[in-house]
């Protein structure tokens, strides 16, 4: 093993002392109109409509220019955005919002129901990675009015897992700018978007900024407060955080800095390093194996993989504090939904991986490798790309051989979600509340080609697909708990993709934002209330 103890991370300590008591108090300030907010954007993901794509890369953008029905207040409940009131049927099948009135969208046309009904059945039920899973059994949207939007479905959607789907999965989308024209994939709305939300697009530089400004029409009485946010694209993390200490940059969400940048920046008063408002994101690093190689078709395989990389290890020199060993596709964070049994877990073993290796007639040749992969590592951030060198070691060891193929963020999306261009993927899975959310979705057969973050694996199993889709339409708690439970030990057991790593999101930001980090996925809401102090 190349890599020395110590070598990426050696200072979670300092990061774990700036983030204990992560936000300071400034009194009741008044807050100051104007200025321009600075976003460290690191990886372009060619998209910016969260109504098409969910996706945080996606939200840091288009979460400030359009809105959805509901978000979450500062305490993780569902709040109305766009919808002010909802009601659920006692069958579960019919589920009525009652919109916002007086809403208009940034070209000046009114927001109406009918705007919600194309973006659910056209974008949401057809296209949004997600979406397609959790709207599988809608089957329609009837407008009574302009101001309400009856959702029906086939088979019961429950009340709660919808209105916790929705802050990520809710975006509305204008449908006089997509109905009749086209391909909605292609539509070029898509990166210059309009929307009802605090901020309108101004625009888009290819590699080098995204710029919005003040909505001055907004719903809101008195927001936002910015002039102004400018997003720019800084791929060298380094370098962001350079621009950071040089007043450039005010913010960069996502983990985006090095490790050791972040722990540097958290003891310098100028920054707030912290994980608060990232609770509604919480994280997996992930494994992705494509069923078209016929050696990862092999069950054996898979597992084996998995027995030949010391996770332990990894986590304690590389990641620290802020990481621990992930047990399947729920994280331990989800109270609601971790199960107490997960099912199979694959702890370090070398001579098991090498013996798993054999039994699947894959012995050693020349050289001693028995096979070759691509391995893609998502952009998003150095525990990604450093893990995947941690992979190609391992492997080697066990006779895998292991190349890396390096993208940027739109480049890794369609060599793996549509080129399907790959052998192994790892990148991370985003925990949103509800499995049915955002995690089933990687599992259950049928995903559009080229929705990010699906199966696109080539992988089917009618077992996990039934428990999916019974889990995702049943209303009672208990029962949708247990069915949850069924999948992650079956998921666990079959391993199409595997969940050795949980985390939590790092936000460095400038000391000089006010009313930041106040809602669990902050980073994606709309800073409607968000200002600059001098």
Not at 170 to 188: A, C, T
Not at 512 to 529: Q, V
């Amino acid at each position: 093993m190349d890599m020395t103890r110590r070598a990426a991370l050696m200072t979670s300590a300092a990061i774990a002392s700036s983030v204990l008591f992560p936000m300071r108090s400034f009194g009741q300030e008044t807050p100051r109109k104007g200025g321009v907010f600075t976003v460290h954007y690191g990886a372009e993901q060619r998209q910016l409509n969260p109504s098409l794509q969910a996706s945080t890369g996606v939200y840091i953008i288009g979460g400030k220019i359009q809105e959805q029905l509901v978000d979450l207040d500062a305490k993780g409940q569902p709040v109305g955005v766009l919808a002010e009131s909802w009601e659920a049927a006692p069958d579960g099948k019919t589920i009525t919002f009652k919109l916002r009135p007086g809403v208009t969208w940034h070209d000046g046309k009114p927001f109406t129901s009918a705007d919600v009904q194309f973006t659910a059945m056209e974008m949401w039920k057809k296209i949004l990675n997600y979406g397609t899973t959790l709207q599988l059994f809608l089957t329609a949207v009837d407008t009574p009015d302009p101001l309400t939007a009856v959702f029906r479905y086939e088979r019961p959607m429950p009340l709660n897992l919808l209105l916790r789907a929705l802050p990520d999965l809710g975006y509305v989308s204008p449908r006089h700018l997509y109905e009749g024209k086209g391909d909605i994939r292609q539509n070029p709305v898509n990166l210059a978007p309009v929307g009802t939300g605090p901020f309108k697009f101004v625009q888009y530089e290819r590699g080098q900024h995204v710029i919005a400004e003040r909505n001055p029409n907004y719903w809101r009485a008195n927001a936002p407060y910015l002039d102004r946010i400018v997003w720019r694209v800084v791929t060298d993390r380094a370098a962001a955080a350079a621009q950071m200490e040089a007043g450039q940059i005010h913010y960069s969400p996502f983990s985006g800095l090095t490790i050791s940048d972040s722990a540097r920046l958290g003891k310098d008063p100028r920054f707030i390093v912290s994980t608060k408002g990232n609770e509604g994101n919480a994280r997996t690093n992930t494994i992705e194996f494509n069923f078209r190689r016929k050696e990862l078709a092999d069950i054996r395989v898979r597992r084996a993989i998995a027995h030949a990389l010391d996770i332990p290890f990894f986590i304690e020199n590389f990641l620290g504090d802020f990481a621990k060993r992930g047990t399947g596709p729920v994280p331990s964070v989800s109270t609601d939904f971790y199960p107490a049994d997960n099912g199979p877990q694959y702890p370090f073993d070398k001579k098991l991986a090498a013996k798993l290796l054999d039994e699947a007639g894959f012995k050693p040749g020349a050289g001693g490798t028995r096979f070759s992969l691509r391995l893609l590592p998502a952009p998003w951030g150095e525990d990604i790309s450093l893990f995947s060198t941690f992979i190609q070691q391992s492997l080697a060891d066990v006779g895998i051989k292991i190349e890396i193929v390096r993208t940027d963020g739109g480049g890794y999306l369609k060599q793996v979600y549509d080129d399907h261009a790959f052998d192994l993927a790892t990148g991370w899975h985003q925990y949103r509340n509800d499995p049915a959310v955002s995690t089933t979705v990687w599992y259950r057969s049928g995903q559009p080609k080229g929705a990010p973050w699906t199966n696109q694996w080539d992988w089917t199993d009618p077992t996990i697909d039934k428990i999916i889709d019974d889990a995702a339409t049943e209303v009672d708690v208990a029962k949708r708990k247990a069915l949850y439970g069924d999948f992650v030990r079956r998921a666990n057991t079959e391993l199409p993709i595997w969940t050795p790593i949980e985390q939590i999101f790092l936000t460095a930001i400038s000391a000089k934002a006010r009313n930041h980090s106040n809602t669990p996925r902050w980073g994606s809401s709309s800073w409607h209330d968000l200002w600059l102090a001098e």
